[in-house]
């Protein structure tokens, strides 16, 4: 059957005639002082000058992006590093506002790679309107401008990075013109350009077919160890690694298990299992860190020469993984709750770290300059705890760390707590979720509003974090906000997500749906003031929630969302996901079709009212299922309200002004939508807060 509605996946006049008309009536809807306070206390957030900048250091110079209420777009900077410790004097290389005004186009920032050792030129890279679409331009640090014939990629999906040190080649993986793109719309192929040669003379690197997802290249940097990578992503878990040879570009495959992720740390390979590794006669399980000798993963590995630093555990997953001189620093959650830990290069003996964290915190780790030392930086952050920035060292003695400097506190916190809980889901297994708001909520004491968020997808953990912009909007109003780590996500490793994967898809939505059946039963809240929010593969987990679960909330917001699970394959990067959902041009939409809320929503049905968001430079998930929900739900006469931004790519918003107003939108929504609970003045007068 032909989609009636197939023509609002076009971006013709008539299309954006019809988003324009519901996103204008959205926010004529909510204009009004109460609206404007709103949007005007999360922009001084999110614009402040005093927010904590984390930087990259590059050679003697910590480089850092910025943005401000001054700078919307931002500035690229720099700072020497005993500046950055204490009180840093920025040196401004790049004003993106500047930029945009000077040649009439809305950039936005996408990263900077520099040029080694010297670091005199780099490769930037702009988005036009924050879309994943880039363009990428050479640039003189000295002079601080764009190069005039210098390396110079223009708009397309791909990256652009420099090769060797004193090199004046790059490695280039874009649109080369017909049939140069996968059906996902990233790079085939990857390409080595000199400079002054002809873009169209650069020899390929490495081709791929057009089904995979995409083809790329990289550089390892390390002194005495210098070596380039080409990789082959067939599908999101079916990834070939080559090592490139400098001279001839002659591939050698990496012979290590292809689900695998792959890195290196001078003479040796470290690997990251997603499926166990059957390997003559032992079995490596599944989310497994081991390291081995690097001649082995080009020869073959023998299992007596493979190191475990770590195994997993049916409670604990590696989280993250830093390089540095020495060794690895690496990162797990137990029962989604950070460790850190130490493996020297030279024994490979493991050590755990105990930095000083609340319960409930989370922590990230990074080299400073893996190729000088063991300096590192560590990030701490909770749900009420700013984010803070440590600089030091690390090894099997610990984290030598001191305070950079942290977030100023973004709201009023006093009162507020964070708690784990656990909920049952349809099959029996236990789902942890976080739960963050004023002790007597927690308690049960007093419903309140609530805001269940949730993801459940591609092995991504959802953990604890500052709520800067919803504390200060949602929780000081007297709203408990909740995180539920259902599966599909990383949170327990592989098989977490695994648990989740294609036809037993419904498992992530039934998880979701216990925890919103447990916040209701423990007296955290009430149906009628419970929310729903997610974005992305998020947005799908709204959109199940609306056609599966509709008695559980009094209202839903879904973001970017994919919702038409018959034509996500065909839409823009759709094609590199059914290795996570399936195919639905095969029997795999039997399957399918049953959590595609597009094709799910009936005519007669009971639904809470739901917020739909997108925009229109989303060239990852188009804009084309957000308005064909929309469309269908007002046929049909259900509640619903819709709003497109015209920029900000897949992130939604392209800066500040334009997160302030879709974040204001949705708080003034659910203000709306749920029935009323405790105000922000009705919280105890103190409470300590449990972390």
């Known amino acids: 059957m032909t989609d009636p509605r197939l023509w609002l996946e076009d971006s013709n006049d008539v299309a954006l005639e019809w988003v324009k008309e519901r996103t204008e009536r959205t926010l004529d809807s909510y204009r009004g002082n109460r609206f404007d306070a709103k949007r005007s206390a999360i922009f001084d957030i999110l614009s402040a000058k005093d927010k904590l900048d984390l930087g990259t250091l590059r050679g003697d110079y910590v480089y850092n992006f910025h943005t401000d209420a001054d700078h919307p777009r931002g500035l ?91 090199s004046d080649a790059v490695l280039i993986a874009r649109d080369f013109g017909a049939g140069t793109l ?28 057009r089904e995979d997802i995409l083809v790329s290249a990289s550089h390892d940097f390390t002194p005495g160890y210098e070596r380039t990578f080409a990789v082959r992503a067939k599908d999101f878990r079916d990834t070939v690694v080559y090592e490139v040879d400098h001279d001839t570009l002659e591939l050698k495959e990496i012979l290590l298990p292809h689900s695998a ?69 690496f990162t797990t959650l137990d029962n989604v709750r950070s460790r850190v830990y130490f493996a020297s290069i030279d024994t490979w003996e493991v050590t755990e770290l105990h930095p000083e964290l609340g319960e409930f915190d989370s922590i990230g780790v990074g080299a400073v300059d893996r190729e000088k030392g063991d300096a590192v930086w560590v990030t701490t952050t909770g749900f009420l705890t700013p984010t803070t920035l440590l600089y030091g060292t690390a090894s099997k003695d610990g984290l030598d760390v001191t305070t950079v400097r942290s977030t100023p506190e973004r709201f009023d916190a006093d009162g507020m707590v964070v ?28 419903p309140a509003r609530c805001l269940l968020d949730g993801y459940g997808g591609f092995e991504v953990s959802r953990t604890p974090g500052y709520l800067g912009t919803y504390g200060k909007a949602w929780l000081e109003d007297g709203g408990v906000y909740v995180l539920a780590n259902i599966r599909g996500g990383g949170e327990f490793g592989p098989a977490w997500h695994q648990a989740a994967l294609t036809k037993n898809r419904k498992r992530a939505y039934e998880d979701f749906a216990a925890v919103a059946r447990d916040l209701v039963a423990t007296g955290v809240t009430t149906v009628p003031q419970l929310a729903a929010i997610g974005g992305s593969n998020g947005g799908l987990l709204i959109g199940n929630m609306y056609t ?83 469309a269908l739900l007002e046929e049909l006469g259900h509640n619903v309200e819709y709003y497109e931004n015209i920029e900000g790519g897949h992130a939604g918003a392209a800066d500040a002004e334009q997160s302030a107003l879709s974040l204001a939108l949705i708080f003034e929504f659910l203000n709306r939508r749920l029935a009323e609970g405790p105000r922000a003045e009705e919280k105890p007068a103190s409470a300590d807060c449990v972390r």
Request: net charge negative; aromatic share 10%.
């Open 76 to 166: 690229w900077r720099r700072t020497t590093l005993e500046s950055y410790l204490d009180e840093p004097e920025w040196d401004v290389l790049l004003d993106i506002d500047s930029l945009g005004q000077e040649e009439g186009e809305s950039w936005v920032f996408g990263g900077a790679n520099l040029r080694r050792p010297l670091f005199d030129r780099a490769l930037i890279t702009l988005k036009p309107g924050g879309s994943d679409a880039n363009v990428v331009r050479e640039f003189d640090l000295d002079t601080r401008t764009f190069i005039t014939d210098g390396f110079e990629a223009p708009a397309s999906k791909g990256s652009m990075s420099w090769m060797r040190r004193d």
């Open 182 to 209: 996968t059906d996902s719309g990233y790079p085939r192929s990857v390409r080595l350009w000199r400079r002054g040669t002809d873009i169209d003379d650069a020899p390929t690197i490495l081709e791929g077919e």
């Open 261 to 329: 992720g792959v890195g290196t740390i001078r003479d040796w390979a470290v690997v990251e299992l997603r499926y166990d590794w059957e390997l003559k006669g032992e079995t490596f399980p599944a989310g497994s860190l081991l390291a081995l000798p690097y001649e082995d993963a080009l020869t073959g590995p023998v299992p007596e020469r493979i190191v475990k630093i770590f195994t997993p555990t049916p409670q604990a997953s590696l989280a993250g993984m830093t390089e540095i001189q020495s060794g690895v620093v």
């Open 419 to 446: 708690d784990q809980r656990w909920a049952v889901s349809a099959d029996g297994t236990r789902v942890p979720y976080f739960l963050v708001g004023s002790r007597q909520a927690l308690r049960g004491e007093h």
């Open 548 to 630: 599966t679960y509709p008695e559980l909330f009094g209202a839903l917001v879904t973001r970017v969302p994919l919702l038409d699970m018959k034509r996500f394959s065909h839409l823009l990067a759709g094609a590199s996901w059914m290795d996570e959902y399936g195919n639905p041009d095969t029997d795999d939409w039997d399957f399918l079709q049953r959590y595609s809320p597009y094709h799910n929503v009936a005519e007669d049905g009971e639904y809470p009212p739901i917020l739909v968001m997108t925009s229109t430079k989303d060239d990852r998930v188009h804009p084309g299922h957000a308005r064909k929900f929309t």
